[in-house]
Structures are given as C-alpha cells and as structure tokens.
T-cell receptor, first 114, second 114 residues
C-alpha cells in the first residue's frame, strides 16, 4: 500500500542553521509528492510539490528533490528563521488516482530559537 | 487566509450533545474534505465529496454525519461523541480529485468532548 514516513520530531535549531527533514515513501508507480506546513493555530498550506522523478520543488527558501532511487523527498532549507517554526507534513498522491486521497506522514515539528 | 473558513473555531460539548461544524470555501472548488487531526497521529481522512456527492467514507463511526448541500458548503454533524473524538477537525477543498491541484485547508475546529 501507499505510505509516508517522516523523521521523528521535534527538531530544534538555532536561527540561521541548516534544516533537513527526512521523508521516505512507499507507493505503486510514481506518485506526486508534497510538503505541507501548519503554522500554530492554522490549517495546512502547501509549501512545495514535485510531480515526477528528479523534479525539485522550491518555495520560501525551502527545497525538496524527488528521488525515485531512494524513494525520498527530503525537505531542506539553508538558513532557518524563527518564523519557520511550524509542523511540516510530507504527503503523496498516487499516480493516476482520482479519489482525492492524499497520504500524509505523521508530521515533524520544527522549533527555531533566536 | 486560504479561502476556506470554518466555524466554530473552538467547541466544547458533552457526550450527549448534538452540534455541527461548518465549512465554507470561496474558491469555486468542486471537491471538499473532512480530516481529523489528533496529537502524534497522521491526518486521518474522514469524508470526501465531489460535486456534492459523497465519494469516500473512511470507515468513520456513524456518530459523525456529513452533509454537503452545495459545492461551497460542508457540514459535519456530531452526536453522542466519545472523549477520544476530541481533536482538531480540518476542512479542505480542491478543484477536483485528480491530485493535479493542491488542497486548501481551513484553520480547523478544535473539538473537546467532555
């Protein structure tokens, strides 16, 4: 079946540190991959996505590359800010799916300290 | 502001009460979703509607009853809930069910069952 596994949190970093949040997936074929972010007191919002192998999604200084060899979609940012503190969710949508069902990981909490 | 609003934002109810959650989207989308978000668990998809028709019921107990009168409004009627139903309930919408378009989330209703 389809599933997403994220690294356990919380991840605590100092401002301007380098961020990596690991995400690996299991799926039939080549799904579309997403990172969503949830700021405190808000719903989820799309951060970036990639729809095929070797695609790189990027937004707000965050990047993730679709690696089919390692079935991974790790999230990275070169220099985090306090305002990046949030919960980050990796998700997949099965190729050819038409049910609307996004498969989410359990989320990783990021805390950035000044 | 994502274009998806939810009311109320917070709700406390007893196990014998009946209440309803409301979601409205101003994006012209055709698909709407209810998710349950509990601490330390992945997001759980509860229901999916497409063009007002329910297309997915993810084995949700009958004490949760969804209603979609039109493509812009989605309700979740609650009755005789259990304490383990306490969670953040998120509504989302998307253009269609193919995964080609992102899902937009509301801020959620924080439900506490006493």
């Amino acid at each position: 079946g389809n599933s997403v596994t994220q690294m356990e949190g919380p991840v605590t970093l100092s401002e301007e540190a380098f961020l990596t949040i690991n995400c690996t997936y299991t799926a039939t074929g080549y799904p579309s991959l997403f990172w969503y972010v949830q700021y405190p007191g808000e719903g989820l919002q799309l951060l970036l996505k990639a729809t095929k192998a070797d695609d790189k999604g990027s937004n707000k200084g965050f990047e993730a590359t679709y690696r089919k060899e390692t079935t991974s979609f790790h999230l990275e940012k070169g220099s985090v800010q306090v305002s990046d503190s949030a919960v980050y969710f990796c998700a997949l949508f099965p190729r050819g799916g038409n049910t609307g069902k996004l498969i989410f990981g359990q989320g990783t909490t990021l805390q950035v300290k000044p | 502001e994502t274009g998806v609003t939810q009311t109320p934002r917070h709700l406390v109810m007893g196990m014998t009460n009946k209440k309803s959650l409301k979601c409205e989207q101003h994006l012209g989308h055709n698909a709407m979703y209810w998710y349950k978000q509990s601490a330390k668990k992945p997001l759980e998809l509860m229901f999916v509607y497409n063009f007002k028709e329910q297309t997915e019921n993810n084995s949700v107990p009958s004490r949760f009853s969804p209603e979609c009168p039109n493509s812009s409004h989605l309700f979740l009627h609650l009755h005789t809930l259990q304490p383990e139903d306490s969670a953040l309930y998120l509504c989302a919408s998307s253009q269609d069910l193919t995964g080609a378009y992102e899902q937009y989330f509301g801020p959620g209703t924080r439900l506490t069952v006493t």
